[in-house]
């Protein structure tokens, strides 16, 4: 017949269990202090070892274990979960981390996982890091955290390298449209990423934010999301006033074709003229826009080119001119 123990010092609803059963522990993260990390699913096994812990430390009907021994392997799991990439092999912890906003977005997931293969460490924000860990395959670090409220952002930015900016109003009006996504958020954003010293930030704007962009861009700014290309203009010009290293893409239409299948074609001024581009091809520059000093300081358009070479983006991006 099994015991009802009782864990001394734990109190709350989780200080009693039946039997072998240990208290449970969140599924998706963990609390420890202000700083919030996220378990991985292939070491909650290791979490789970306490089991057998528990049962070698019963006296009687009492469990003889404070809250802290709870807490060690814990915090060992999330050590060794914080830098794993979309394989599953841990980034070095040394690693520069990456930490894109807007993650759970289509660009923004592909940033994560091409960053991951890069063998960054990667961090996804989103406003439902639960709702993205489900929809969007990788052991990935997921954190809560809202572009428009600043002070979710500190724990967002804290440790991190490098910052790609992949969000997008999803509203004409109100909270989420581009007055407080596309400009607010940018704002805000870049206003944390100075205080937590990040290196370089890169956002994801688009073609027509600097006032070009032909039929399409007005066709968008006028009709489907009013005044979301001149937000996104306001969004880069106080990106560049904020003394942050950056690196602002202003991408045709966006596809979700494969990317890497044709060369891709650079220009500057906002005279695209017009052109799409696959996302994947768009997170690949981003990634190798990380740390390059052939990318810093600035603002380029980009689009699909059939003629181009495969690879030649590299030394075009070499040949841009800063801001």
Known sequence: MRASCSILGSG???????????PSFPDE????????????????AAIQALDMYSDALLIGETLVVKRFVWQLPIM????LSSGANAEGSAAPANSPLVVVAGASGKTGRLVLERAAKAGYRVRGMAR???KARTEIPGDYEWISGDVRDPATLKVVLAGATYVV?????????????PQFVDYGGVKNLSDAAKAAGVKQFVLISSTGAGGGGGATSWLLNTLLM?????WKGKGEQYLRASGLPYTIVRPGGLNND?????????????????????????????VAALGNADAINK???????EKAALNGWRQALASLKKD
């Open 12 to 22: 709350g609803r989780r200080g009693r269990f039946i039997g072998r059963q240990r």
């Open 29 to 44: 993260e963990v609390t420890t202090g202000p700083d919030r990390r996220l378990v991985s699913a292939r070491l909650k």
């Open 76 to 79: 060992l799991a999330l050590a």
């Open 128 to 130: 439902d890091p639960a």
């Open 165 to 177: 900016c992949a969000i997008g109003a999803t509203e004409r009006s109100g909270p989420n449209s």
């Open 226 to 230: 009013p005044g979301i290309l001149e």
């Open 258 to 286: 494969p990317g890497g299948q044709q060369g891709i074609r650079f220009t500057q001024g906002d005279n695209l003229g017009g052109g799409t581009i696959p996302r994947g091809d768009v997170a690949t520059v981003i």
């Open 299 to 305: 603002t380029f358009e980009m689009a699909s080119d």
